[in-house]
């Protein structure tokens, strides 16, 4: 049978005190007379008292829990952002519960309302593929719990966020495909609502206007973001008279299902189509060729946004804040011709 916790109300039956004054002279409260504080320690450690951190947290409604809410759990990118969040609460004195939304909507309303029930003092939040109704942030909003969104952000709210600059990365990108020899480029991106998406097929066309080629709708793919959307995307492109010799994908697991696709065709990467992508993730630097991709400065995108979340907290009132991070783009095989690649 599981052992009972000991409880504050406990000792205060025990000693026939008031649960407030056992808190009290747990802390060596000067208000409280120095031989009670000595029985209250003393049965404190007799019986192995441990506080709840939660409980005493609602005491003095403060739980001193940040929730966080991202769309998966497993890639490098999330876990990355993830530790850089725990690494500067803790430095405060603040805790992190995590949720998923497995790109689901549904699923981040749902996560949402458990960590209100929760009583968190904050909640960071990158949001789901398909979160296009905001009146869930609302309700958070409305409750007076601090907000921070980083990379998929909401910019509807007036809520403070972390960003990279997706526009120059993306254009940065697709310039350096025409250097390396490519005329006919596509960009395979995601939901048209994301801030994200927007931004990257932004600095798509803007690296097109650049290098003087004119922009052709049937080159510029919307996806859900699913491996599945982004074969059927590359199989669309690939079977067109005039099919890519360049492709961008908005994040490095569409690119990761391209490469596949591509190898099904009988074409080679980077001979016949150069590839770039996104986030720069584990497998960027084990697929062959190597993929080229935007390393995002995950660790400190994570520490900014706790930042925010403490600035908040302190200040007691919202902030609408903009933090824009820089990226870097790590050129490898998979956008490079032969004669260009170094041993």
């Known amino acids: 049978m599981k052992k009972k916790r000991v409880t504050l109300k406990d000792l205060a039956n025990e000693l026939g005190v008031s649960i ?6 747990l802390k060596d409260h000067p208000d409280i007379d120095k031989n009670l504080t000595k029985r209250i320690q003393a049965l404190a450690q007799k019986w192995n008292y441990i506080p709840n951190p939660l409980a005493m947290g609602l005491l003095r409604q403060q739980t001193r829990v940040i929730g966080v ?14 530790s850089g969040i725990e690494d500067e609460l803790q430095q405060s004195g603040y805790y ?3 949720s998923s939304s497995k790109e689901s909507m549904e699923k981040e309303i749902e996560c949402v309302n458990n960590l209100l029930n929760l009583r968190i003092d904050g909640l960071i939040v990158c949001l789901a593929q398909n979160s296009n109704n905001r009146e869930h942030f609302r309700k958070v909003m409305e409750h007076h719990v601090p907000l921070v969104f ?3 952000v909401c910019l509807e709210k007036e809520v403070s966020t972390v960003v990279v600059d997706n526009v120059s990365m993306a254009k940065d990108i697709t310039t350096h495909f025409h250097a390396n020899g490519a005329r006919t480029l596509a960009h395979i991106t995601g939901p048209k609502h994301l801030n994200i ?25 919307h996806t859900d973001l699913s491996t599945e959307s982004a074969e059927k995307a590359i199989t669309g492109l690939l079977r067109l008279p005039q099919r890519p010799d360049a492709i961008l994908g908005v994040n490095d697991t569409v690119i990761f299902a391209t490469m596949k696709a591509i190898k099904t ?11 770039a992508g996104f986030s720069d993730e584990f497998h960027a630097t084990v697929v062959e060729p190597n993929l080229t991709s935007v390393a995002h400065p995950t660790h400190e995108i994570g520490r900014n946004a706790a930042k925010l979340i403490l600035e908040q907290i302190e200040e007691e009132k919202p902030i609408q804040k903009k933090i824009v991070l820089n990226t870097s783009l790590h050129i490898r095989a998979s956008s490079q011709q032969k004669s260009t690649i170094t041993p």
Do not use: H, N
């Open 20 to 25: 407030s004054t056992v808190s009290r002279a």
């Open 265 to 275: 065709f009988g074409l080679k990467i980077p001979d016949d189509v150069l590839l």
């Open 150 to 152: 980083f990379d998929r």
């Open 69 to 82: 809410i991202v769309p998966d759990l497993v890639t490098y990118f999330f876990s990355s952002i993830i």
């Open 96 to 98: 992190i519960v995590i």
């Open 197 to 221: 998406v927007k931004e990257r097929a932004e600095g798509f066309l803007k690296g097109l206007e650049e290098v003087g080629i004119p922009y052709d709708e049937k080159y510029l793919v």
